[in-house]
């Protein structure tokens, strides 16, 4: 196995970018997959062939192959330690998880129905509001999808209120889990290189990967 990036008693955990790659886009992919599943453990794994073949569904030398490029991808990594899902109820989490989402501190997330599951920097009114109109942003993408990402060939499925120097005051960034919508709202610059992001849609995937809202 030492031709592999993973080896023997390293555990298998997804990286920020792993996280939102996974997020990003309801389309079925074998990299986007096989994040989803680790994502359902409360546990990263100890890596081994076993787990390789288990998240990939192929053979010994193509699971392992596969975790390779996953890793050369920058989407998971080997940790010398396990790490653990926190075990704190989401609505509770969400504020402390979303201020770290955001340079000033000020962060949203809203299910697809325009409602808002947890805050922080905003009043109560206007993350109502700015829940309710994430709703209409991505009924407007849904309509949409195939100029913007087909004839166009824009990836990404963001929206924002930029500036006239071209910065975003204010983003909408979709999360997909599974079959569920959920839009993370950020004032300012995002902060999605961090584990505090990771963090966050992990326990997305705990609760609501396997459930439709």
């Given at each position: ?132 109109l994430s709703a209409n942003l991505a009924s407007v993408y849904s309509r949409h999808k195939e100029l913007l990402s087909g004839n166009l060939g824009y990836s990404q499925r963001a929206w924002g209120l930029v500036g006239a120097s071209g910065n975003s005051e204010v983003g909408f960034w979709p999360i997909y889990i599974e079959q569920n919508h959920f839009t993370l709202i950020i004032e300012g610059v995002p ?23």
């Amino acid at each position: 196995m030492s031709e592999y990036i993973l080896s023997d008693n390293l555990y298998l955990s997804v990286t920020p970018g792993g996280a939102f790659y996974a997020t990003q886009d309801d389309k079925l992919e074998p990299g986007r997959s096989f994040i989803q599943q680790l994502l359902k453990e409360p546990e990263t794994p100890l890596f081994d062939v076993d787990v390789a073949r288990k998240f990939t569904g192929l053979d010994k030398k193509r699971s392992l192959e596969f975790v390779h490029w996953l890793q050369e991808a920058g989407l998971i990594s080997g940790q010398e330690a396990p790490e653990v899902a926190s075990v704190e109820v989401l609505e509770q989490s969400l504020p402390r998880l979303l201020r770290s989402l955001s340079d000033g501190g000020k962060a949203v997330l809203a299910e697809s129905q325009g409602l808002y599951l947890g805050s922080a920097g905003f009043p109560h009114e206007a993350a109502e509001e700015l829940a309710a109109l994430s709703a209409n942003l991505a009924s407007v993408y849904s309509r949409h999808k195939e100029l913007l990402s087909g004839n166009l060939g824009y990836s990404q499925r963001a929206w924002g209120l930029v500036g006239a120097s071209g910065n975003s005051e204010v983003g909408f960034w979709p999360i997909y889990i599974e079959q569920n919508h959920f839009t993370l709202i950020i004032e300012g610059v995002p902060q999605f290189n961090q584990p505090t992001f990771r963090d966050l849609v992990w326990a997305l995937e705990i609760r609501y990967g396997k459930t439709s809202l």
